[in-house]
Structures are given as C-alpha cells and as structure tokens.
C-alpha cells in the first residue's frame, strides 16, 4: 500500500471561507479517499473518487483527481467551525486493500 | 450503516498486565478487519491486517506476541496488548470494511485509549 502526501501540513482559515487541501501519491491507484479526524475520535470517511473520475460533489465537499499528476484535491466551501479536524487522503487499490495515511493536514476554522 | 463499534473507549492498566480491545461491525459482516495506533499528534500506524478464521498479518517492526489478534467471527476482531508497558500506551484504532459494494472504504470505531501505569 502506499500512503498519500497532504498538503500544507496546518491550515488556519476564518468561517465562512473556503479551505483547499491537496494529497500526492506515487503509484497507480483504483481509487482515493479523503477522512476526517476531530480530535481523540477515529476517522470518519468523506468521500471516494475512483481512477476514472475527474471531479465530484458531495455537500460542501468538492474533491477533484489528476491521475496523470497523481495528485488530489479536497474543497471545503464555506467552512465552519465544526470543520476542525484533521484531514487524510488514502490511496486505494481497490476493495479489501489496506490502507496507510500520511501525516494529515490540520485544519482550523477561526469563529 | 456501517457502524464500527470499539470497546473500551480508554483504560488504565498496570504494566505487566494484558489489556484486550474489541472491535464490532454493527451492520454489516467483516472479512477484514485492519488495526492502528497513534501517538500524540502523528499519524495512524497500520499494525495488522485481521482476517476472519486466519491468522493476521502483521505490519513490519509489530511484535506478534506483544499484539495479538483474533478475528473469531464476521463481526469481532480483538486486539490483545500483552504484559503491557508504558510505552505501549497509545490510541488503538481499528476499521473495516463491508467489502461487497463497497470500493474499499475504511469505516473506523471510535478508538480506546490505553494507558499503562
């Protein structure tokens, strides 16, 4: 398995704005996730796009995939407080594979 | 759906003493079940793979008789912290996934805190 690359390593926004986070990877994939982390808790998956999608919505989620840059988006758009949490993109070659994470990206969405 | 039960949410023990973690799938079977640690502001470690009537798979440099793993049924996997120490105190989380319709998503208990006196 492979772990992704999230960056930056800390993001401070104000509520209400919107908050990009970017994942890289090395190898072929059939899929990537994006978790949330909120402190002392486990994580809680957000969103899957597969190799052969480009973009997709979920709420206020917007994750896009460049495979030919083996690079990830996640938009957070009008954030909120309860945003805060720590963030991860995992790499998956599919159903039953394991997956590592990175080092993450903690957010935090200033009241 | 997908609900991952984990038990206990923290403990204290003293060093020496075995500590045992379980790790449910509500609502849905588990063939395989995968079991992390973090440390204070790092990220998850993966320790094992538990498949169900297997034995686990370890990850490299995770001591197999310090952590042992039984995946009993298609909805329990515990994790054994045995003759525990202060260093093995940590955040134990453990996931799975529904494996048929799904594409691999981990859905995660809410971790058990161990501390080792």
């Known amino acids: 398995s492979q772990q992704g690359e999230e960056d930056p390593q800390a993001l401070s926004i104000q509520e209400g704005e919107n908050a990009t986070m970017n994942c890289s990877y090395k190898t072929s994939i059939n899929n990537l996730q994006w978790y949330r982390q909120n402190s002392g808790r486990g994580l809680v998956h957000l969103i899957l796009i597969r190799s052969n999608e480009r973009e997709k919505h979920s709420g206020r989620l917007r994750v896009t995939l460049d495979t030919s840059k083996k690079s990830s988006s996640l938009l957070i758009t009008a954030s909120r407080a309860a945003d805060t949490a720590s963030y991860f993109c995992a790499p998956s070659t599919g159903a039953n594979s394991k997956l590592t994470f990175g080092k993450g990206i903690t957010l935090s969405v200033r009241p | 759906g997908a609900v991952v039960s984990q038990h206990p949410s923290w403990v204290i023990c003293k060093s020496g003493t075995s500590v045992k973690i379980e790790c449910r799938s509500l609502d849905f079977q588990a063939t395989t079940m995968f079991w992390y640690r973090q440390f204070p502001k790092q990220s998850l470690m993966l320790m094992a793979t538990?498949?169900?009537?297997?034995?686990?798979?370890?990850e490299q440099g995770v001591e197999k008789d310090k952590f042992l793993i039984n995946h009993a049924s298609l909805t329990l996997s515990t994790l054994t912290v045995t003759s525990a120490h202060p260093e093995d105190s940590s955040f134990y989380i453990c996931?799975?996934?529904?494996?048929?319709?799904?594409?691999?998503?981990?859905?995660f208990g809410e971790g058990s805190r161990l501390t080792v006196l």
């Open positions: 538990s498949n169900e009537g297997s034995k686990a798979t370890y």
């Open positions: 996931s799975a996934t529904p494996g048929t319709g799904y594409a691999g998503e981990l859905f």
